[in-house]
């Protein structure tokens, strides 16, 4: 059984569409979190969300919005998608916040 | 075009030799700290973590060693395998709950047969 799951693995679409990046955890985790994650390997926190509610919202443009609908699952939302946004995307989840995090496969985003 | 991982540190290491992958932290109050290794076409992976009030932990084949007074961490792996390539990662964890975990740079581990 996979422990964190993100649906897509591969996501090309054009400019200005929008799309979503679906996560889910079997690990009953309380905490979850979005990565993206850029050409240079270079891994940076977007959200973390503990028990449903959001703790940590980088400077995310505002066309990127998370979703909890339990503890399991945290998806993400892209608006308007530009070419910037592609990368590679990783959810992930821990049993506390800021403990060790167990990472999905990653979603690339490839916008053209 | 993109170039990947070209401006990613590399560390060549020889088959069956030990290998030190060095990381510079930010925040003097970052109290817990994480080495990942991600494998290509992978997420990041657990390895070993270690708490502020300790200087040196140890696992199967990885050592993690802290020195807080010049914000240092390090991961040093025994007889480096070719399964250990990969590109690793330090992450410090802070003490405030509103704190972002922040990722170190990462450094690719190439091995040498």
């Known amino acids: 059984d996979t422990a964190v799951s993100q649906t897509p693995k591969y996501l090309v679409t054009q400019m200005g569409n929008d799309k979503s990046i679906k996560c889910e955890q079997n690990?009953?985790?309380?905490?979850m979190y979005w990565y993206k994650q850029d050409s240079k390997k270079f891994l940076k926190i977007m959200f973390s969300?503990?028990?449903?509610?959001?703790?940590i919202n980088e400077t995310v443009p505002n066309r990127f919005s998370p979703k909890s609908p339990d503890k399991a699952h945290l998806n993400l939302h892209i608006n308007s998608l530009e070419l910037g946004d592609s990368a590679v995307y990783f959810c992930?989840?821990?049993?506390?916040?800021?403990?060790?995090?167990?990472f999905g496969q990653g979603t690339r985003l490839t916008v053209v | 075009g993109e170039s990947v991982g070209l401006h990613l540190p590399t560390l060549s290491v020889q088959e069956g030799d030990n290998s030190i992958i060095n990381c510079a932290y930010s925040?003097?109050?970052?109290?817990?700290f994480i080495w990942y290794k991600q494998e290509s076409g992978k997420g990041p992976q657990f390895i070993i973590d270690?708490?502020?009030?300790?200087d040196k932990r140890q696992g199967q084949r990885v050592t993690v060693l802290l020195n807080k007074t010049v914000k240092h961490l390090s991961l040093q792996i025994a007889a480096t395998q070719p399964g250990d390539s990969a590109v690793y990662f330090c992450?410090?964890?802070?003490?405030?709950?509103?704190?972002?975990?922040?990722f170190g740079k990462g450094t690719r581990l190439h091995i040498l047969p």
């Open positions: 992930a989840s821990s049993r506390e916040l800021n403990t060790e995090a167990f």
């Open positions: 690990l009953g985790h309380d905490t």
């Open positions: 969300y503990n028990n449903k509610e959001l703790i």
């Open positions: 925040n003097s109050a970052s109290d817990y």
């Open positions: 270690i708490r502020s009030n300790m």
């Open positions: 992450a410090e964890n802070p003490s405030r709950r509103d704190d972002k975990i922040i």
